[in-house]
């Protein structure tokens, strides 16, 4: 009997003991920032289309958000590449609050692919 009344009790103690309440719950930070999202995008005013052929050798990427962007996290954000993946130099404009463009610090090389990543 002594058994039965400790398994008994054991099982109550792992039942109630082990239960969350409410205030054990984590909650994100009210302020947790939210990712940008891209409105549209342009290359030397063409509207975005993802491949782009003939272009200037230096040419303006012009990108829209759907909010304010904040200035010292965009410019660490923007990646400007070469296929090969080396890094192309560029300096960026804020045209308004939500849009931003980019152009190349010198010129491209001809017949050569370039991403722009955000």
């Given at each position: 009997?002594?058994v039965k009344?400790y398994?008994?009790?054991?099982?109550?103690?792992?039942?109630?003991?082990?239960n969350?309440?409410?205030?054990?719950?984590?909650?994100p930070?009210l302020d947790?920032?939210?990712?940008?999202?891209?409105?549209?995008?342009?290359?030397?005013?063409?509207?975005?289309?993802?491949?782009?052929?003939?272009?200037?050798?230096a040419?303006v990427?012009?990108?829209?958000?759907?909010?304010?962007?904040?200035?010292?996290?965009?410019?660490?954000?923007?990646?400007?590449?070469?296929?090969?993946?080396?890094s192309?130099?560029?300096?960026?404009?804020?045209?308004?609050?939500?849009?931003?463009?980019?152009?190349p610090?010198?010129?491209?090389?001809?017949?050569?692919?370039?991403?722009?990543?955000?």
């Amino acid at each position: 009997m002594p058994v039965k009344l400790y398994t008994f009790l054991l099982a109550i103690v792992l039942l109630f003991g082990c239960n969350k309440k409410p205030s054990d719950k984590i909650e994100p930070p009210l302020d947790s920032p939210k990712p940008l999202n891209i409105i549209s995008y342009s290359l030397e005013n063409l509207v975005g289309q993802g491949t782009y052929y003939n272009i200037p050798i230096a040419p303006v990427v012009t990108i829209h958000f759907d909010r304010p962007i904040d200035k010292i996290t965009l410019i660490t954000g923007i990646v400007y590449k070469t296929q090969a993946g080396s890094s192309v130099p560029y300096s960026s404009t804020y045209i308004n609050d939500s849009t931003v463009s980019i152009n190349p610090d010198g010129a491209l090389t001809h017949l050569n692919k370039y991403v722009v990543t955000i």
